[in-house]
């Protein structure tokens, strides 16, 4: 059976397989992956690093979250958006975060990080569900 991880990467929650190009989105804790869904040990492009920024880590701390696990970028909506991209949102240590994903190389713009409030939990243990449905903002 063919396996997947990565060294100090936990936490893969989030996964959407994507019907036109033949990839696995894989949303773990600040990681995502564009895996081959033949074989899940191979990484089709490199990973996405999206980690909450210390400041935010810091914040989430100082609101009594535990700092060794609830304070990070957990993925928990990761969706095709279109042909192009996908959208994915994270919690972002307790202060969610939207973003789009290129899909064709697999790049994420940090600057241009969207409010998550009401389309990602704030808490990555709790459960949720997500849908898009029209287009988004």
Request: hydrophobic content about 30%.
């Amino acid at each position: 059976m063919a396996r997947f991880s990565i060294q100090g990467v936990f936490n893969y929650s989030m996964l959407t397989l994507s019907d036109h190009e033949r990839v696995l989105y894989v949303g773990a804790r600040e990681a995502l992956f564009a895996l081959d869904p033949n074989d899940i040990s191979r990484q089709l492009r490199p990973q996405i690093d999206w980690p909450a920024p210390q400041d935010k880590k810091r914040e989430c701390v100082s609101k009594g979250k535990n700092n060794q696990t609830e304070c990070f970028n957990y993925i928990r909506f990761l969706q095709s958006y279109n042909h192009t991209h996908l959208y994915t949102c994270g919690t972002y240590a307790f202060q969610p975060k939207c973003n789009y994903i290129k899909a064709d190389d697999f790049t994420l713009n940090p600057a241009a990080l969207e409010d998550g409030k009401g389309k990602c939990p704030y808490d990555p243990a709790k459960g949720h569900t997500g849908l898009i449905v029209g287009k988004l903002k």
